[in-house]
């Protein structure tokens, strides 16, 4: 008979340790920032000292921790958890779907999404659907994960003219995320999305680049080339851990002619309505 082998949950001065370390912090500097002597730091660290539900909190929050992770930072020092996690069809989050549903619609004729932490679409308006236009059917199974969209080989990266830019865009930026909230599936989407192709160009880093940003350009069927910024939308005031996770991500046209081409693109829509 093979014995069961049990996995031990990380203490809380364990998980202290780790997130302060990955926010590159030493016990003085974070110790310093909570108001607290850097000894009582190290005994909390070490286990000697139990923290108080307070004290986890304030560390929390001067850790920039994620609600998520909060909560797990209170059950191993041994309280309750505090944020509630409901799903985002919960009929308590009635209103924020209203409200969602009404900034998707009213960015229109310009593309707008709702995605989860783990890029999981959860909404999009109809200006949005033109990214999947030329996308593999296995890709637009549900749940779509947009970023897994966007790079893989049978993905919209076969429209994206400037590919290897936009992909260096978008692994850093997803290998911020997986510092700030240390998601082991977030670690994994990135690795998956690091062995894709298109990386190869000797202009991605150019510092000479007269662009502030890096545009999305995509090509259309018709051989015309869109040209979008993007801006990302969260809900900075959120207690509950669902609502603070999504992420509202916009996109403006960089060029008249997008801006031209999108409007235009609406108005037989708008006609026929």
């Given at each position: 008979m093979i014995p069961c082998m049990k996995t031990q949950r990380?203490?809380?001065?364990?998980?202290?340790?780790?997130?302060?370390?990955?926010?590159h912090l030493s016990q003085l500097e974070l110790a310093t920032e909570v108001d607290i002597s850097t000894r009582h730091l190290?005994?909390?660290?070490?286990?000697?000292?139990?923290?108080?539900?307070?004290?986890?909190?304030?560390?929390?929050?001067?850790?920039?921790?994620?609600?998520?992770?909060?909560?797990?930072?209170?059950i191993a020092a041994g309280f309750a958890p505090m944020y509630?996690?409901?799903?985002?069809?919960?009929?308590?989050?009635?209103?924020?779907r209203d409200a969602v549903d009404l900034i998707l619609k009213g960015h229109e004729p310009y593309p707008?999404?709702?995605?989860?932490?783990?890029?999981?679409?959860?909404?999009?308006?109809k200006a949005a659907q033109g990214f999947m236009v030329g996308v593999a059917p296995e890709l637009l199974e549900g749940p779509i994960n947009v970023l897994r969209m966007s790079l893989h080989p049978d993905g919209s990266s076969?429209?994206?003219?400037?590919?290897?830019?936009?992909?260096?865009?978008?692994?850093?930026?997803?290998?911020?995320?997986?510092?700030?909230?240390?998601?082991?599936?977030?670690?994994?989407?990135?690795?998956?999305?690091?062995?894709?192709p298109g990386g190869e160009s000797h202009h991605?880093?150019?510092?000479?680049?007269a662009s502030v940003v890096v545009p999305l350009k995509i090509r259309r069927p018709d051989g015309a080339v869109l040209s979008f910024l993007s801006a990302t939308t969260v809900f900075g005031t959120a207690v509950e851990?669902?609502?603070?996770?999504?992420?509202?991500e916009a996109f403006y046209p960089a060029d008249?002619?997008?801006?031209?081409?999108?409007?235009?693109?609406?108005?037989?829509?708008?006609?026929?309505?």
């Amino acid at each position: 008979m093979i014995p069961c082998m049990k996995t031990q949950r990380r203490t809380f001065g364990e998980e202290l340790r780790t997130w302060r370390q990955r926010r590159h912090l030493s016990q003085l500097e974070l110790a310093t920032e909570v108001d607290i002597s850097t000894r009582h730091l190290s005994f909390m660290e070490t286990g000697r000292s139990q923290a108080s539900r307070s004290m986890v909190l304030r560390l929390a929050a001067q850790l920039d921790v994620p609600l998520r992770e909060r909560n797990d930072l209170l059950i191993a020092a041994g309280f309750a958890p505090m944020y509630a996690s409901r799903p985002f069809s919960d009929p308590s989050l009635g209103a924020v779907r209203d409200a969602v549903d009404l900034i998707l619609k009213g960015h229109e004729p310009y593309p707008a999404l709702l995605v989860d932490r783990h890029w999981t679409l959860i909404s999009a308006n109809k200006a949005a659907q033109g990214f999947m236009v030329g996308v593999a059917p296995e890709l637009l199974e549900g749940p779509i994960n947009v970023l897994r969209m966007s790079l893989h080989p049978d993905g919209s990266s076969r429209n994206i003219v400037n590919l290897p830019e936009w992909r260096a865009h978008v692994l850093a930026r997803l290998a911020r995320e997986v510092q700030v909230t240390a998601d082991p599936a977030l670690a994994d989407l990135l690795t998956e999305l690091r062995g894709y192709p298109g990386g190869e160009s000797h202009h991605v880093s150019d510092p000479t680049s007269a662009s502030v940003v890096v545009p999305l350009k995509i090509r259309r069927p018709d051989g015309a080339v869109l040209s979008f910024l993007s801006a990302t939308t969260v809900f900075g005031t959120a207690v509950e851990v669902t609502l603070s996770e999504l992420v509202l991500e916009a996109f403006y046209p960089a060029d008249d002619y997008t801006a031209a081409a999108l409007r235009n693109q609406a108005m037989p829509a708008q006609s026929a309505a």
